[in-house]
């Protein structure tokens, strides 16, 4: 099946610092999803991307959708401590009715 | 953003036992919903669509007899777990799809954790 390259796969950074995180595809992708998922819960959808090249902005979090439609990055600013967690990229390629393919996450720490 | 719950936020069953879970759109009406199961440290894996009115269509590899779903309203689906085993302990998520909105975008549950003895 469809993959989606994400990486890091972890990241360790202080609080305040920058952050960010990438998804790459051999497929072109219709959709890019961004969602973090905390500890025993779902996943929390943080942005959506139609476009190649939108870059789209929610508070501190910044993704945008690739030119060539096989990649996204989401970037992360100014980071605190409720950052923690695991940020998955999700990708839905056309006719796939509507069906998700979801990288295998990064795994963020903020240190206080 | 939309809601989608849960129901039951975790189970503990004996083996052999059938579980069912529910998966319900809070605020809108779902024509299609999804299902994952996810291990520890792993990512999420579709299991199946779940369509309004019409049979589920299953991925690879699962078994449609085993995991039985049902979406027989537009903010419900469910998944029954037939006769379970401690293999099938997972934690299990749905997402459902608002097609209401003019962009493509899909909401989950909080999950289901399911442990079998």
């Known amino acids: 099946g469809q993959q989606l390259n994400q990486s890091p796969q972890s990241m360790f950074i202080q609080e305040g610092e920058d952050v960010s995180m990438n998804c790459t595809s051999s497929?072109?992708?219709?959709?890019w999803l961004w969602y973090k998922q905390d500890p025993g819960e779902g996943p929390v959808l943080l942005i959506a991307?139609?476009?190649?090249?939108e870059l789209t902005s929610n508070g501190r979090l910044t993704a945008q959708f690739g030119i060539t439609r096989k990649d996204s990055f989401l970037n992360i600013s100014a980071s605190i401590p409720s950052d923690v967690g695991i940020y998955f990229c999700?990708?839905?390629?056309?006719?796939?009715?509507?069906?998700?393919?979801f990288g295998k996450g990064t795994l963020l720490t903020v240190n206080p | 953003g939309a809601v989608v719950s849960q129901h039951p936020s975790w189970v503990i069953c004996k083996s052999g036992t059938s579980v069912k879970i529910e998966c319900r759109s809070l605020?809108?009406?779902?024509?299609?919903m999804f299902w994952y199961r996810q291990f520890p440290k792993q990512s999420l894996m579709l299991m199946a669509t779940?369509?309004?009115?019409?049979?589920?269509?299953?991925e690879q590899g699962v078994e449609k007899d085993k995991f039985l779903i049902n979406h027989a309203s537009l903010t419900l689906s469910t998944l029954t777990v037939t006769s379970a085993h401690p293999e099938d302990s997972s934690f299990y998520i749905c997402?459902?799809?608002?097609?209401?909105?003019?962009?493509?975008?899909?909401?989950f549950g909080p999950g289901t954790r399911l442990l079998v003895l």
């Open positions: 605020d809108f009406q779902a024509t299609t």
């Open positions: 997402s459902a799809r608002d097609p209401g909105l003019a962009k493509e975008t899909q909401y």
């Open positions: 999700a990708g839905q390629l056309r006719g796939s009715n509507y069906k998700l393919t």
């Open positions: 991307l139609y476009k190649a090249g």
């Open positions: 497929s072109i992708f219709n959709t």
């Open positions: 779940s369509n309004e009115g019409s049979k589920a269509t299953y």
